[in-house]
């Protein structure tokens, strides 16, 4: 019991008064229960419509009419330009593909044939591949976590900048090269 009352005299002393507004305490059969209640608003659930949203970061909150139809602007871009660089790396690995020569029956082991003419081209196009990869996938990260914001417009223009972006940049001959894509990001 005496940790316990020192644990609380400890708490209601705490120099941050923002970090603990409201502390109950309850004890019972010489055991002390803290609970600590925040005042700081807890974010959506479940999905919701209104003008007032925070989009990733604390600092891009809006609040008017204007603002908001401003972030789901940029939402949209932002989810077609995902697909943009999505198809700018397909096309990259099919002009890659047909610059390569076709395997021979002998095995070959990649990282030990760097000394190979073409093989530094092959790096190149390997490295410009995955920096697009990267770039792609973090975009997609970000989108999925602003869709987590649940927030019904910002959800529909991501949704609708996907489409826009997949009509225009995705749909042009990739099904016919029989493009085997292992992708990864959880957007699209």
Same mark, same amino acid.
């Not at 005042?39 to 908001?68: C, E, N, P, Q």
């Not at 975009?139 to 869709?147: D, K, P, Q, S, T």
């Given at each position: 019991?005496?940790?316990?009352?020192?644990?609380?005299?400890? @708490?209601?002393?705490?120099?941050?008064?923002?970090?603990?507004?409201?502390?109950?305490?309850?004890?019972?059969?010489?055991?002390?229960?803290?609970? /600590?209640?925040?005042?700081?608003?807890?974010?959506?659930?479940?999905?919701?419509?209104?003008?007032?949203?925070?989009?990733?970061?604390?600092?891009?909150?809006?609040?008017?009419?204007?603002?908001?139809?401003?972030?789901?602007?940029?939402? @949209?871009?932002?989810?077609?330009? /995902?697909? /943009?660089?999505?198809?700018?790396?397909?096309?990259?690995?099919?002009?890659?593909?047909?610059?390569?020569?076709?395997?021979?029956?002998?095995?070959?082991?990649?990282? @030990?044939?760097?000394?190979?003419?073409?093989?530094?081209?092959?790096?190149?196009?390997?490295?410009?591949?995955?920096?697009?990869?990267?770039?792609?996938?973090?975009?997609?990260?970000?989108?999925?976590?602003?869709?987590?914001?649940?927030?019904?417009?910002?959800?529909?223009?991501?949704?609708?900048?996907?489409?826009?972006? /997949?009509?225009?940049?995705?749909?042009?001959?990739?099904?016919?090269?029989?493009?085997?894509?292992?992708?990864?990001?959880?957007?699209?």
């Amino acid at each position: 019991m005496v940790v316990g009352n020192f644990l609380i005299r400890r @708490l209601q002393n705490n120099k941050n008064p923002r970090k603990f507004q409201n502390i109950a305490f309850s004890s019972s059969r010489g055991s002390v229960s803290v609970r /600590y209640f925040s005042s700081a608003k807890m974010m959506h659930m479940t999905f919701y419509w209104g003008k007032k949203v925070t989009i990733l970061i604390d600092s891009w909150k809006t609040d008017s009419w204007t603002s908001y139809f401003l972030s789901l602007l940029a939402c @949209l871009v932002a989810a077609a330009l /995902y697909q /943009y660089l999505e198809n700018r790396r397909i096309r990259l690995k099919l002009l890659a593909g047909g610059r390569r020569p076709s395997p021979a029956p002998e095995i070959r082991a990649p990282l @030990l044939r760097w000394g190979v003419a073409g093989d530094k081209e092959k790096l190149g196009v390997k490295f410009a591949e995955a920096v697009l990869f990267g770039v792609n996938s973090a975009i997609g990260y970000l989108l999925m976590l602003a869709v987590m914001s649940f927030n019904g417009g910002v959800f529909l223009a991501i949704a609708v900048g996907l489409t826009i972006g /997949y009509f225009f940049f995705r749909n042009e001959g990739e099904n016919d090269a029989l493009v085997v894509d292992n992708n990864s990001c959880a957007c699209a």
